[in-house]
């Protein structure tokens, strides 16, 4: 049985120690569409968005030294942490990931950026590359904070 590709890229996470000085730097300089924030509570980060064509970019600010973008800043400086999948069905893949021997950082999706189920795979498994299965839930719900 054929596996069914990810619809598309929802995101690259991009892990940045100042956010407006990095949201200015892809809009200003670069001209990238500012969508914008969004605080997750339960990972201790605060984003924005930022649209380039079909693709969006996350960055990431950590908003305590004990979330993993301050824990990933400390090990490896400012850069890409993470590229988002857009899936239909996070639960199914996780299964089907699992019986497949790839090593998951999540077993079961959690709530993630608006409102999204998002679960990731451990890097140790894909080459190298921290990989989050997206699953939209609803639509875009972005403020400016």
């Known amino acids: 049985m054929p596996v069914t590709p990810p619809k598309q890229i929802a995101h690259i996470g991009i892990a940045v120690k100042d956010l407006e000085k990095s949201v200015q730097f892809y809009t200003e300089l670069l001209g990238l569409t500012f969508l914008g924030y969004e605080t997750v ?3 201790k980060v605060r984003t924005a968005f ?3 064509g079909e693709t969006r970019l996350e960055l990431l600010e950590a908003t305590s030294p004990d ?4 824990q990933f800043i400390e090990k ?3 850069g890409i942490h993470h590229i988002a999948l857009q899936v239909d069905n996070s639960i199914e ?3 089907f990931l699992k019986d497949q ?3 998951l950082i999540n077993e079961v ?3 993630g950026a608006h409102g999204n189920l998002v679960a990731f795979l451990h890097p140790k498994s894909t080459n190298g590359v921290l990989l989050e299965l997206c699953q939209p839930q609803s639509h875009d719900n972005l403020t400016e904070k």
């Not at 979330?67 to 301050?70: K, M, T």
């Open 41 to 43: 509570e339960s990972e």
């Open 93 to 95: 893949r996780l299964e």
């Open 101 to 103: 021997g790839i090593k």
């Open 76 to 78: 490896k400086g400012e």
């Open 109 to 111: 999706p959690k709530q």
């Open 67 to 70: 979330s993993p973008i301050a």
């Open 50 to 52: 930022l649209q380039i």
